[in-house]
């Protein structure tokens, strides 16, 4: 059913998008050189396997990474002198002798048995050309997002070649396909290397070039998983050669090859799998026409990535290279840069988080190391939960999933951390976390010693139903849920001093207030925040899905989040992050970790908490703007909350500068040549957080009501996003907009909730339309 509305609200003719969808350069990223360095490299991906592609003419690699590749086996890093310790830490933070606490935190409750686990490199495919080193010209490579295909062109004397390269989300394999312009043209070797230790090369008996090992031990973890990668090579004319552990390739019309990369990991807690048999499923569908096997992952990719369109307008600079335009970009207006970065991050979301598949860690699923920076794990005070941001509002929502099976992996392994160190009931996790889903403390205690998270990972449960009001999905997660809040229940203590109930120890992650010692402390108001929302999106669940026998429970929650400490506004303006007035102006830390509910959480807005929301852009501004890739990501996100459009667009420029590979350290942030967000070193997190602010900047939903434009920068006048989703289970299938203000809204709601549907105009905030739905009705509204 469709209900159409007109309404008065300004003076401007209705539209449809006011660019269109026929720019061939929309969503394609274009170089004119080969890549040199790992960050120049074009990403491919199907969520389980990915490759970074080079696109050298005369030696071409192709680096590759299985999702399942890490350190180490199945283990457990639970400290179990951290439960006898517990008292005598809390009494040293009650009594402010912080410094001692730290130190017997370091002693007791970081873990004994090293560090997270480091995701793994397989190693790379090499495509040697030696007859292509004479003078290449027309050289051309560019990843076309709206394909997934990573494509190279050049010429040379005797002729022009093209490469083609995709993960095929069809047939679970790297594909690579080399053409020729003239018959016979294609000479090149084929063969693989590894930086990781002790890999064997061979042929098997059907032909095909094998790359196997062994991924690496620790001093404390024994390496438990084996990898093999297999290479088929298809030629058409010419003709195959093996030897010496490659495959030469002799005057073929055209080469075709297929790379299978699989491990024996099958959960957490086994590794009985058979990578062999595993790539020779695989290889099966290696015999289907390469053009149908490129449709047919085209298709299966287009599912997921044409639901949202955003058309900001066009220039001739979307013709450039994306490294001039990256380091022209403040000097123009190129809007089709902001829409490329855009999807580019929904590209990356897709490539790297698929059903079925691990979640997305610090890198995605791409890394060309044995060790990857920061170990590659999913680090849980911002990251890891930042690179699902984008999940539901850019209507990914099932590229969630791998992320709520983390979840209640963690719900599981996180009880005997609950219980061995602090003694509680439920489940509990702290900072850091691997494909082996430990849940112990590690690195050190003035950022480790943090057993909090848990109730951010349940944001993300309530924030998927809220998108979607699937109630098997919330009863499904519903123990998850209570486990957590159990976990808390047990372990706020009250303040001796203000009386309060409090989580500790804990951090304010990775900072601390200047002067006092050390960063663990009682009452902090991040903590305070995320139980808040947990207790109460729990006692919601409850009611939702009818469970009167968790009646008590509930009133315990409820009695519970009364008791902690409530938001501060401190002596300088500012939001406070610690109990006590301790902050600093001067402090320009990366977190912004007391800003949680203002983004992601919603208990600060600028209509219900006005007091708290001036405090919020009061901290922003003491902060800086300047800071790591990731955090300028939190910022645009925080800045859109804050209904600042010029503010949010200012950092999304910051973060739009040029980063040169060289630059592998550091806390100022910018952007690599392949757009990858440069922390640096490489973190794909402030990609995901730079995607999921420009839909905050366009579309809000979380108080209650679906708000279009919320935060709209003056130098964004006129465009068109379509398919992004609001809470309440509603598709924004089209918002157009021109000189700022709305002029068509198209809304389905898939769910039948009751829409209130808000804009701003004349400096107020406009309700567009208020009235119940049904089930896949449409709404359309033009404004004239």
């Not at 973060?655 to 942030?669: E, I, R």
Request: hydrophobic share 35%; with cysteine.
């Amino acid at each position: 059913m469709k209900r159409f509305c007109v309404a008065f609200f300004v003076l401007s003719l209705a539209t449809v998008c006011l660019h269109g969808q026929n720019n061939g350069n929309r969503n394609i990223m274009k170089y004119d050189r080969s890549a040199s360095a790992w960050v120049e490299a074009l990403p491919v991906g199907n969520g389980r396997i990915g490759a970074m592609v080079y696109g050298n003419p005369v030696s071409e690699e192709i680096q590759l990474n299985e999702e399942t590749l890490w350190q180490g086996g199945p283990y457990n890093n639970t400290n179990p002198l951290a439960k006898d310790a517990l008292g005598e830490i809390r009494k040293l933070i009650f009594e402010g002798r912080y410094s001692e606490a730290q130190a017997l935190g370091d002693e007791k409750f970081v873990s004994k048995v090293g560090n997270e686990m480091s995701y793994q490199t397989i190693g790379s495919l090499h495509i040697d050309c030696p007859s292509n080193n004479r003078g290449v010209q027309s050289y051309s490579r560019s990843l076309d997002l709206d394909n997934a295909i990573a494509q190279t062109e050049y010429s040379v004397r005797a002729g022009s070649f093209k490469e083609e390269v995709f993960a095929s989300f069809a047939d679970n394999m790297i594909i690579v396909k080399l053409t020729a312009s003239k018959p016979g043209l294609v000479n090149c070797k084929l063969y693989f290397t590894t930086p990781m230790p002790s890999p064997s090369f061979s042929f098997t008996e059907d032909g095909l070039l094998r790359l196997e090992g062994d991924n690496s031990s620790t001093a404390f973890n024994e390496g438990r998983l084996h990898y093999v990668a297999d290479l088929k090579a298809v030629n058409r004319g010419g003709s195959l050669e093996r030897r010496d552990g490659c495959i030469v390739v002799n005057g073929a019309d055209e080469l075709t090859l297929y790379i299978s990369i699989a491990t024996n990991f099958v959960h957490y807690d086994d590794v009985s799998g058979d990578p062999y048999a595993r790539n020779a499923v695989c290889l099966k569908n290696s015999d289907k026409p390469y053009d149908q096997a490129k449709a047919e992952h085209i298709a299966l990719y287009r599912k997921q990535f044409d639901r949202v369109s955003l058309d900001l307008g066009h220039t001739a600079k979307a013709d450039e290279s994306i490294e001039k335009r990256l380091r022209n970009f403040g000097d123009g207006w190129d809007p089709d840069l902001i829409s490329t970065y855009f999807q580019y991050g929904r590209y990356l979301l897709i490539s790297c988080s698929q059903p079925g598949c691990q979640p997305a860690n610090l890198q995605g699923i791409w890394n060309a190391g044995v060790t990857a920076a920061w170990n590659g794990n999913y680090t849980t005070n911002i990251n890891a939960e930042m690179n699902y941001w984008p999940a539901e509002l850019t209507n990914l929502q099932e590229l969630h999933e791998p992320f709520m099976e983390f979840i209640k992996d963690i719900s599981e392994t996180g009880r005997r951390t609950a219980s061995e160190m602090y003694g509680c009931r439920g489940w509990a996790m702290h900072h850091n976390s691997d494909i082996w889903r430990m849940t112990g403390a590690v690195d050190y205690a003035y950022c480790g010693l943090w057993p909090t998270c848990g109730a951010w990972l349940c944001h993300h449960i309530w924030d998927r139903y809220e998108f979607g009001r699937d109630k098997d999905f919330l009863s499904e997660m519903y123990p998850v849920l209570k486990g957590a809040c159990e976990f808390f229940l047990d372990f706020l203590v009250r303040d001796p001093e203000t009386g309060y109930l409090v989580a500790v120890p804990s951090n304010s992650p990775e900072n601390g207030p200047k002067g006092k010692g050390g960063n663990l402390h009682a009452g902090i108001t991040m903590d305070n925040e995320m139980i808040r929302d947990l207790f109460k999106n729990t006692v919601a669940a409850a009611e939702i899905l009818g469970l009167k026998k968790e009646k008590k429970f509930c009133a315990s929650l409820l009695k519970a989040s009364s008791q902690l400490t409530p938001l501060k506004v401190g002596q300088y303006g500012q939001l406070q992050e610690w109990a006590q007035d301790w902050d600093n102006p001067q402090d320009h830390h990366r977190h912004i970790s007391h800003l949680w509910a203002l983004f992601p959480g919603n208990e600060i807005s600028a209509y219900s908490t006005p007091s708290f929301f001036d405090a919020c852009r009061n901290t922003l501004e003491q902060r800086g703007d300047a800071s790591t890739g990731w955090s300028m990501g939190w910022k645009v996100c925080c800045w859109a909350r804050l209904l600042d459009g010029d503010h949010a667009y200012k950092l999304i420029k910051d973060q739009l500068k040029y980063v040169s590979p060289d630059v592998q350290s550091g806390q100022a942030g910018g952007t690599y040549p392949n757009l990858f967000d440069a922390h640096p070193p490489f973190q794909i997190d402030g990609n995901f957080g730079c995607t999921a602010g420009i839909a905050e900047m366009l579309l809000q939903s979380q108080e209650g009501f679906v708000n279009v434009l919320p935060a709209l920068p003056s130098e964004w006048k006129d465009g068109c996003v379509k398919g992004l989703r609001a809470r309440g289970g509603f598709t924004v299938d089209e918002l157009s907009w021109k000189d700022g203000r709305p002029v068509r809204i198209v809304v389905t709601s898939n769910a039948g909730c009751h829409l209130d549907l808000r804009a701003f105009a004349l400096d107020k905030l406009t309700v567009l339309y208020d009235a119940d739905t049904s089930a896949g009705e449409t709404i359309e509204l033009n404004f004239q």
